[in-house]
Each structure stands twice: as C-alpha cells, then as structure tokens.
C-alpha cells in the first residue's frame, strides 16, 4: 500500500504590536506549511490585527508591556499542536529551515531545536560581533510539553529535564530564520526600543544579582572585548563597532537602573540633595554684600599687586629686557613717564609689543599653543621655560 502523504501540524506563535509594515512577510514565510497561526497582540493600533486574521491566524490579546518575551507565555498556552514554532514579526522563515522543521516533527527526531539566526542589522548582515547565525541560535521549534514557560525576558523558555535537544547549524544552506531587526534601523527608534528593554532587564537582573560600580565597569569592558575581538567584531564594520559598544554601555545603564529601582537614585530625592546644598551656599549672601565687596576688592587688588611685583622681578632680574630699545622704539612709552617693564607687562604684551630687539613677542605667542594655554605672559615663559628649551623667538 502507498504511505500516504501528510504535513505534520505545526503551530506558529507570534506576538505583535503596530507591526503592519512586517507582519505580511512573517506570515506569508508560514502560512502556507504551519497548520496553525496564533498571534498574540498587545492593542495595536495600526491594521496589525487586520492582517493577521487575513491570513487565517487566530487573534488573541494581551496587556501592553515592554517587551514581547514576557507576552509569549499566552501565545504558546494558545497554540493546539504538539510542535510549536516562536517567530517575531520582523522575521521570516526561509523555505529550507521549514522544510527541515517538518522533517524534523514527522519523523519525531527531536523535541527542542535551536535555531540558527541570520541577524540583518542597519540594513546590513552581521556575521561576527555575536550576532553570527550559530551564535544567536536560540529555542525557536519544540514540542509544547517539553518546555517550561516564564513571563521574563531572555531565557523564557528552558528544557525539561530529559528532553531530545538539537542544534541547527547553519553551512550556508538557508536553514536559518531571517531576522529583520526593528532596534537597528534608526538612532532613534534604536534609544526607544533600548530604553525600555533596559528598564525591564534591570529590574529581572535584580532579582537575582547584586552590582557594584567597579564590577560592573569590568563587565561592560568584558563586553566590548569579547563581542569586538574575540567575536571578531571589527570585521562587521561599523556596524560591529556599534553594536559592541552599545552592548558594552547597556552593562552601566543596567547598574544606573537598578540603583533607581533600589531608590539610591530617586529624583525627588536627590532634588531635595540639590535643593539643601544650594541653601547652604545661598546662606552666604545672609551679611552686607557691598561690605563683602570692598573687602575682597582690597584683597584681590592685593593679590594683582603681588602678581605684578613678581612679573616685574622676573623680567628685571633676567636682564633680557632691553629699556633703550623700548623707549626708542615706542616713544609714547617714553612721553607718558611709564616705567618701560611695568607698560611692558601691562600694555605691552597685549599690545604685541616687543621687550627687545631679540624677541618677538606676537610670533611667540601665536607659534607655541602652550604659551597660550599656561596664561603667562609671553616674554616672561620665554625667561622661564623657552630660554632653557631653546625655543625659537622671531622669524
């Protein structure tokens, strides 16, 4: 007698929110093979829901929450078949990898399959910086009973205890699922998407871990390390480059979030830090500012005093500074009864004057930025620091 031909039954879970733009092409990758669809919404408010029931999928709903791997609970409670397949609305299965999942569910090869993920990420394909087909290779086809179910994210689905479990892998031979990444198309739509599953992963990471400041340093620099050098990173690109560092800082954002789930960082509280130290400062303005004022004029005019003797002795006891040559060449100098070195040091300098025929002071000034930046007048560095370094000091 001939064995008659039979397609196993195969049911397909998928969760959804505002996913008119992707869904069609999820769908059209199943719904031609899988026996059954469940889609899972959380209240869309575009036709998401209008296009799932087109393709004959059965509509159920669930709370709006951050992420969808806590939703996926009711999606598989739904499903009727043995065989359940998890699959994201911005993924395809690629015909190839269906073919070998109903193989695999005919013939009852296994009971868990991880599947090999073919992530396209800011219009490109990743195949390094852990995002690698093999690398992101998670449980995407089992039998119902052989898994148990969490509402966390990551990591909600984990074997039973002697479970038949089998790894894909992918040789090139499209036996993979395509994923379409919605959190790598845009810089904006990227911070959203990461602020809110950052939220949620601190507080599940909480639960059951502690961190402190420095460890967490060293785990976001381990982070970067291993997905930039060890995963190769640096061969996706900038793309890797991105994504290495921004999995690496998601490590300190995770920290941050848990000190504000721990109340160490709540903003009426540290409002109220910010308020009590600025009423201790504004506490100073309590006495007589004008009595205040004269009182620190006297002493900054002091310290202006003191600062001007100590540039006057420098220069004079060089012995660099040519006075003839100053008087001659700026008269004005000479008229208005000034001491050469003190018009020099107060005048002079900004006024690109020169304190010998030797020295050029504009050229010194503008020729080495560290003069510049140290604040000190260009002839008194040069008796200092540029004597000593035989710097050049004209054209």
Not at 6 to 27: D, F, G, H, Q, W
Not at 298 to 322: C, H, P, R, T, V
Not at 343 to 362: C, D, L, S
Request: aromatic letters at 14%; glycine letters at 4%; proline letters at 3%.
């Amino acid at each position: 007698m001939r064995e008659e031909k039979k397609i196993p039954k195969i049911s397909v879970a998928i969760n959804t929110l505002n996913e008119e733009k992707n869904l069609p092409y999820a769908l059209r990758s199943v719904y031609k093979w899988a026996d059954e669809i469940i889609v899972v919404d959380m209240y869309s408010e575009d036709k998401t829901v209008e296009i799932a029931k087109q393709f004959g999928a059965k509509v159920y709903f669930h709370e709006k929450v951050p992420a969808f791997d806590i939703a996926r609970k009711l999606a598989i409670e739904k499903a009727t078949n043995d065989y359940i397949l998890i699959l994201d609305a911005d993924e395809i299965i690629l015909k190839p990898l269906s073919l070998k999942l109903l193989y695999i569910a005919e013939k009852n090869i296994s009971d868990i399959i991880y599947v090999p993920t073919i992530n396209y990420m800011f219009g490109e394909i990743m195949w390094h910086t852990k995002f690698g087909p093999d690398e992101d290779s998670k449980i995407r086809f089992f039998k119902k009973d052989k898994v148990d179910i969490c509402d966390i994210m990551h990591g909600y689905l984990n074997p039973v205890p002697d479970s038949r479990i089998h790894h894909l892998k992918y040789n090139n031979d499209d036996i993979a699922i395509i994923h379409f990444s919605q959190n790598a198309i845009g810089a904006s739509n990227f911070l959203k998407i990461f602020d809110l599953r950052s939220s949620v992963e601190a507080e599940q990471f909480m639960k059951n871990n502690d961190c402190e400041a420095d460890s967490t340093i060293k785990w976001a620099f381990r982070e970067f390390f291993i997905r930039y050098v060890e995963k190769e990173g640096f061969k996706d690109g900038w793309r890797g480059l991105f994504w290495s560092l921004a999995l690496s800082f998601s490590k300190i954002i995770y920290f941050i979030k848990m000190e504000e789930l721990k109340g160490n960082l709540d903003e009426a509280s540290i409002l109220n830090k910010y308020h009590a130290i600025a009423e201790n400062y504004l506490k100073l303005y309590k006495d007589d500012i004008k009595k205040d004022y004269f009182d620190t004029r006297n002493a900054f005019e002091i310290n202006e005093a003191k600062q001007l003797d100590m540039q006057y002795n420098i220069i004079a006891s060089s012995g660099l500074f040519d006075i003839n040559y100053y008087m001659e060449t700026y008269p004005d100098v000479k008229l208005a009864g000034i001491d050469p070195i003190l018009h020099y040091i107060i005048y002079g300098a900004k006024e690109n004057r020169n304190p010998a025929e030797f020295f050029n002071t504009k050229y010194y000034a503008e020729n080495y930025k560290d003069v510049a930046e140290s604040g000190l007048n260009p002839f008194i560095h040069y008796i200092l620091y540029g004597k000593i370094q035989n710097r050049k000091i004209k054209q």
